[in-house]
């Protein structure tokens, strides 16, 4: 009896579910680009180095053409990305959470590329005090008579009685470690000082903004509790107030950038004056209602909410000195 090919042998369905391609990754057949079974591509040659950083980029900011659609939308058009998602229209925008990330990341970033304070203290001789007037003696004058006085910020803890006492009330009662670091911090000069708390607030920064931002949602869903009934396309859960909070936020994080990294003058004015108009138009938009209602909720939301954000970068400037 002679052999049979293996190929003839086998039914003719077999042989076609060998000749399958088949996923590198779970085994399932996998016919197309993609795997219908976990998703991974079946090209497996290896990208080259353009492919990789686009991918990486992709996967954070969505580099394509919902990265531009977005910008447009956010910046440009108030409210209208909000709407657009509370609607289902989700395929063409970054996602709201993932661009609040993002922007709130590239806002401390570029905030990092100043070495200082963006409102530097001003230590040059000019700006410092004047010179002793004519018959003073050494004593007056300082040790050295070339010696550069204090600028005025730089005296202000040591010449407010006030500020002393409360400083005093509040190291006698803090532990010997954090007292140590509060001496040490009050022993820096005026510029060192302020380098320290600007990359404390750097530093904790980020997680403090996140922290904020479910606040700013719950504000938003109480403004509005007592006149949910009143519009009928009006948000009314609290994820979507999260979601108008995050687009207002991600808004916000781009025009602190554009502010510094605009020149002085005009322009910031524009922006300044955009921001207004901005907030009142998304507002309108996305929740409706009367315009003296939207101004009250506004009022509301704004003033607590500037009360929580003092108070949170107070307390980020107390962990820039504790951890000094």
């Given at each position: ?7 003839r042998?086998m039914?003719?369905?077999s ?38 950083m ?57 905030m ?10 001003d ?16 004593a ?17 803890i040591?010449?407010d009685?006030?500020?002393?006492r ?42 403090a903004?996140?922290?904020?931002l479910?606040v ?7 403004a ?8 009928a ?8 107030h999260?979601?108008y909070?995050a ?6 994080f781009?025009?602190?950038?554009a ?21 009142w ?5 996305v929740?409706?209602?009367?315009r ?9 939301v ?6 929580l ?7 980020l ?8």
């Amino acid at each position: 009896m002679s052999a049979v090919p293996l190929d003839r042998a086998m039914p003719e369905s077999s042989a076609a579910v060998a000749q399958e391609p088949h996923c590198r990754n779970c085994g399932a057949i996998a016919p197309g680009r993609y795997c219908p079974a976990c998703g991974q591509e079946t090209q497996i040659a290896l990208p080259t180095v353009r492919q990789v950083m686009r991918d990486a980029a992709g996967n954070l900011v969505a580099i394509d053409g919902r990265l531009w659609r977005t910008l447009q939308a956010l910046l440009f058009r108030p409210g209208q990305l909000t709407l657009e998602y509370l609607r289902g229209r989700r395929k063409h925008y970054v996602r709201p959470a993932r661009l609040f990330f993002v922007t709130a990341l590239l806002m401390f970033a570029v905030m990092r590329l100043f070495d200082s304070p963006p409102l530097v203290i001003d230590t040059s001789p000019t700006a410092t005090a004047p010179t002793a007037a004519p018959g003073a003696n050494d004593a007056t004058r300082g040790s050295s008579p070339n010696a550069v006085k204090p600028h005025a910020y730089t005296a202000t803890i040591q010449d407010d009685v006030d500020i002393q006492r409360g400083i005093a009330g509040v190291r006698d009662k803090l532990p010997d470690e954090l007292r140590r670091r509060l001496d040490h911090f009050l022993s820096l000069s005026a510029d060192e000082g302020a380098k320290q708390v600007y990359a404390g607030v750097l530093r904790f920064g980020p997680y403090a903004m996140v922290a904020l931002l479910p606040v700013f949602a719950f504000l938003q869903w109480l403004a509005y509790l007592p006149n949910r009934r009143a519009v009928a396309a009006q948000p009314r859960r609290y994820v979507e107030h999260l979601v108008y909070g995050a687009h207002l936020h991600a808004f916000a994080f781009l025009m602190i950038i554009a502010f510094m990294l605009a020149p002085r003058g005009l322009l910031r004015y524009a922006l300044a004056a955009w921001i207004v108009v901005y907030v009142w138009r998304a507002r309108r938009k996305v929740y409706g209602g009367s315009r003296l209602g939207s101004l009250a909720r506004a009022v509301f939301v704004a003033a607590v909410y500037v009360v929580l954000l003092g108070t949170t970068m107070m307390a980020l400037v107390a962990l820039a000195i504790a951890l000094a």
